[in-house]
T-cell receptor, first 116, second 114 residues
Framework: KAGVTQTPRYLIKTRGQQVTLSCSPI?????VSWYQQTPGQGLQFLFE???????NKGNFPGRFSGRQFSNSRSEMNVSTLELGDSALYLC???????????????FGPGTRLLVL | AQSVSQHNHHVILSEAASLELGCNYS??????LFWYVQYPGQHLQLLLK??????LVKGIKGFEAEFIKSKFSFNLRKPSVQWSDTAEYFC????????????FGAGTILRVKS
């Protein structure tokens, strides 16, 4: 079974621009979560999508948004990029159910974003 | 708010030495616990997980972890490390009512000298 895939793998943007990152979950997985990894802050939860709805959200400004499509693929968007948005953005997928059980998240390779 | 602390940021061991990485979390409710590993140049991979039942869980590559509820701890152990265990190790917790939101520790970089 193919793992979580993320595109693009690397991205360079300038301040003020916006960016869209894509994530394809493991086949059959319906929940997609996004995380930001930086040397200073570590791994931080951005949001989770399930059945095309945002189910959970971390403490990030509104410039960070996401969506999920009917095939469970997800995108995250960052508008008005700042230097501090430079990070590795990780996507994780899990089976996803209507109540919160004991789920394991499987991570993709990430998209490395550099903001100049 | 939940938080996870990993006691050591850098650990250097010789091959065949025993490993124990500490992880403590702060949350009073029911939790799921995980250890993930990130090998150089690779993505985060699951080492092991605890959901319920036997507090001693075994994972891949000879790793195990023990959940001690009274101490809010989930320490990772391996009796004899190999050079190939060189990686960064992350402890993560999610509280059942917060769904799939994982809270990660800062990570421990393990270097195994051959």
């Amino acid at each position: 079974k193919a793992g979580v895939t993320q595109t693009p793998r690397y991205l360079i943007k300038t301040r003020g621009q916006q960016v869209t990152l894509s994530c394809s979950p493991i086949s059959g997985h319906r929940s997609v979560s996004w995380y930001q990894q930086t040397p200073g802050q570590g791994l931080q939860f951005l949001f989770e999508y399930f059945s095309e709805t945002q189910r959970n959200k971390g403490n990030f400004p509104g410039r960070f948004s996401g969506r999920q499509f009917s095939n469970s693929r997800s995108e995250m968007n960052v508008s008005t990029l700042e230097l501090g948005d430079s990070a590795l953005y990780l996507c994780a997928s899990s089976l996803g159910r209507t109540v919160y059980p004991q789920e394991t998240q499987y991570f993709g390779p990430g998209t490395r974003l550099l903001v100049l | 708010a939940q938080s996870v602390s990993q006691h050591n940021h850098h650990v250097i061991l010789s091959e065949a030495a025993s490993l124990e990485l500490g992880c403590n979390y702060s949350y009073g409710g029911t939790v799921n616990l995980f250890w993930y590993v990130q090998y150089p140049g690779q993505h985060l991979q699951l080492l092991l997980k605890y959901f319920s039942g036997d507090p001693l869980v075994k994972g891949i590559k000879g790793f195990e972890a023990e959940f001690i509820k009274s101490k809010f701890s989930f320490n990772l152990r391996k009796p004899s490390v190999q050079w190939s265990d060189t990686a960064e190790y992350f402890c993560a917790v999610n509280a059942r009512e917060y769904g799939n939101k994982l809270v990660f520790g800062a990570g421990t970089i393990l270097r195994v000298k051959s």
